[in-house]
């Protein structure tokens, strides 16, 4: 297969695979997104899908949230990890959107990626997610798939992200990088991986990996 051949049969087995794509973070709103983004860094959708609730009873608006101390904040959702930087992060945040964008998550990277603890893949998945607007956040998981599957050098999460926007159809690409997130966590894992389950890494896989992941097996 050439590279155009390979990137057709990526989208058609995911497409296949997974034509249903929820968002793995529970949410009801940009903000609410915004905040379990921001809490999911290092940690897992699910073990943040246990905690917001408790923090958006709470508050679940920034004008509610800067009701909250840092440290209540902090208490809430310390079994997430890095709650010190986390809660100051969320309460920061809460502060410049009541300032600067009466209280609403702004559409755009450049003012997202201004607020405290936000950093591009956030500011991506919120792009994506909450308004639509075409982005490929790049998780672990993305980063692993596109070396695995020989589509990108592995240098770089931006190196990355900026092949996935080449090789990628632009209007595919908010359901696209969940469909790549839900194929690594089942079929392509960082540990535990089964090559003979994986149908895509098994037929367009980059040779090094394979041959690595052979030499592992024998052993």
């Not at 903000?31 to 073990?47: C, G, H």
């Given at each position: 297969m050439?590279?155009?051949?390979?990137?057709?049969?990526v989208?058609?087995?995911?497409?296949?695979?997974?034509?249903?794509?929820p968002?793995?973070?529970?949410?009801?709103?940009?903000y609410?997104?915004?905040?379990?983004?921001?809490?999911?860094?290092?940690s897992?959708?699910?073990?943040?899908?246990?905690?917001?609730?408790?923090?958006?009873?709470?508050a679940?608006?920034?004008y509610?949230m800067?009701?909250?101390?840092?440290?209540?904040?902090?208490?809430?959702?310390k079994?997430?990890g890095?709650?010190?930087?986390?809660?100051?992060?969320?309460y920061?945040?809460?502060q410049?959107?009541?300032?600067?964008?009466?209280?609403?998550?702004?559409?755009s990277?450049?003012a997202?990626?201004a607020?405290?603890?936000?950093?591009?893949?956030?500011?991506?998945?919120?792009?994506?997610?909450?308004?639509?607007?075409?982005?490929?956040?790049?998780?672990?998981?993305?980063h692993?798939?596109?070396?695995?599957?020989?589509?990108s050098?592995g240098?770089?999460?931006?190196?990355?992200?900026?092949?996935?926007?080449r090789?990628?159809?632009?209007?595919?690409w908010?359901?696209?990088?969940l469909?790549?997130?839900?194929?690594?966590?089942?079929?392509?894992?960082?540990?535990?991986?089964?090559?003979?389950n994986?149908?895509?890494?098994?037929?367009?896989?980059?040779?090094?990996?394979?041959?690595e992941?052979n030499?592992?097996?024998?052993?």
């Amino acid at each position: 297969m050439n590279k155009t051949e390979k990137v057709q049969f990526v989208i058609d087995t995911l497409e296949r695979l997974y034509p249903e794509t929820p968002i793995p973070l529970d949410h009801t709103d940009p903000y609410t997104l915004l905040i379990a983004v921001l809490m999911s860094a290092q940690s897992t959708d699910e073990r943040v899908n246990k905690i917001t609730p408790l923090l958006f009873e709470r508050a679940d608006n920034p004008y509610d949230m800067i009701q909250l101390s840092v440290d209540e904040i902090r208490e809430i959702i310390k079994p997430v990890g890095l709650s010190p930087m986390k809660s100051k992060g969320i309460y920061g945040l809460s502060q410049i959107l009541i300032e600067k964008h009466n209280g609403e998550v702004p559409k755009s990277f450049e003012a997202l990626e201004a607020l405290p603890a936000v950093g591009h893949k956030t500011a991506s998945v919120v792009m994506a997610q909450a308004f639509n607007i075409p982005a490929f956040p790049v998780d672990t998981h993305i980063h692993r798939l596109m070396y695995r599957w020989n589509l990108s050098n592995g240098k770089s999460i931006a190196q990355t992200e900026k092949d996935a926007k080449r090789l990628f159809p632009k209007e595919i690409w908010n359901k696209l990088h969940l469909q790549i997130i839900f194929y690594g966590r089942e079929y392509c894992p960082a540990r535990g991986w089964n090559l003979d389950n994986d149908i895509i890494t098994s037929a367009i896989g980059r040779k090094t990996v394979i041959t690595e992941y052979n030499k592992k097996k024998k052993k």
